[in-house]
Nanobody
Framework: QVQLVESGGGLVQAGGSLRLSCAAS????????MGWFRQAPGKQREFVAT????????YYADFVKGRFTISRDNAKNTVLLQMNSLKPEDTAVYYC?????????????????WGQGTQVTVSA
């Protein structure tokens, strides 16, 4: 059974940092493209970042470029999202997702597995 479990969310002041983790079981993150998405209250879920299965490509939403970094620890079967210079508008539930095709895509419809999400709240 595949499980993706996010952690690392919390409350932080604007300008601060958080590091989200996504621990995978039942699938090797080294063979999947892994993505992060987020959903703010009253809004649709949106793409944040993705990394290809080889780790040779990373893609970011424009609103996080230069602030967020996605990476993968194959030994721990974990995907990370380092978030710096956080803004109140980054407040959302952040979700981890896995794409069997491995290419890294911004479309959430392509992803096969999803975690339950972790809340990130950024205060002004």
């Amino acid at each position: 059974q595949v499980q993706l479990v996010e952690s690392g969310g919390g409350l932080v002041q604007a300008g601060g940092s958080l590091r989200l983790s996504c621990a995978a079981s039942g699938l090797p993150v080294s063979s999947y493209a892994m993505g992060w998405f987020r959903q703010a209250p009253g809004k649709q879920r949106e793409f944040v970042a993705t990394i290809t299965w080889r780790g040779d490509g990373t893609y970011y939403a424009d609103f996080v470029k230069g602030r967020f970094t996605i990476s993968r620890d194959n030994a721990k079967n974990t995907v990370l999202l380092q978030m710096n210079s956080l803004k109140p508008e980054d407040t959302a539930v952040y979700y981890c997702a896995a794409d069997y095709r491995g290419l890294g895509t911004t479309s959430q419809d392509v992803y096969d597995y999803w975690g339950q999400g972790t809340q990130v709240t950024v205060s002004a």
